[in-house]
Nanobody, 119 residues
Framework: VQLQASGGGLVQPGGSLRLSCAAS????????MTWYRQAPGKQRELVATIANAGSTNYADSVKGRFTISRDNAKNTAYLQMNSLKPEDTAVYYC??????????????WGQGTQVTVSS
């Protein structure tokens, strides 16, 4: 299984970025895709998650500013981040919950993508 995360970068406060996470490989079906983030000196925290049926959940700190979505045909999740704040600066990680071809549930982490919000 491979998870390709992209879209990070440097943006000014108030700006926007869109992260993408594309899953590929030996995946029978995807249950859930989740974005986490980890700022320097802090624990990794859940940012947003989306289930296969489309239900979503967000951290309180990003509600109203971030939107998670999925393209099931492409096995890709997106995180649209608007009104970015310096405290959103972190490495963002994609997590995949899926069913393998042997029908066993699996979990996989992608590599992180850096998001820096600074003037």
């Amino acid at each position: 299984v491979q998870l390709q995360a992209s879209g990070g970068g440097l943006v000014q406060p108030g700006g926007s970025l869109r992260l993408s996470c594309a899953a590929s490989g030996s995946i029978f079906s995807i249950n859930r895709m989740t974005w986490y983030r980890q700022a320097p000196g802090k624990q990794r925290e859940l940012v947003a998650t989306i289930a296969n049926a489309g239900s979503t959940n967000y951290a309180d700190s990003v509600k109203g500013r971030f939107t998670i979505s999925r393209d099931n045909a492409k096995n890709t999740a997106y995180l649209q981040m608007n009104s970015l704040k310096p405290e959103d600066t972190a490495v963002y990680y994609c997590n995949l919950g899926y069913i393998a071809f042997d029908r066993s549930p699996r979990n996989y982490w992608g590599q992180g993508t850096q998001v820096t919000v600074s003037s």
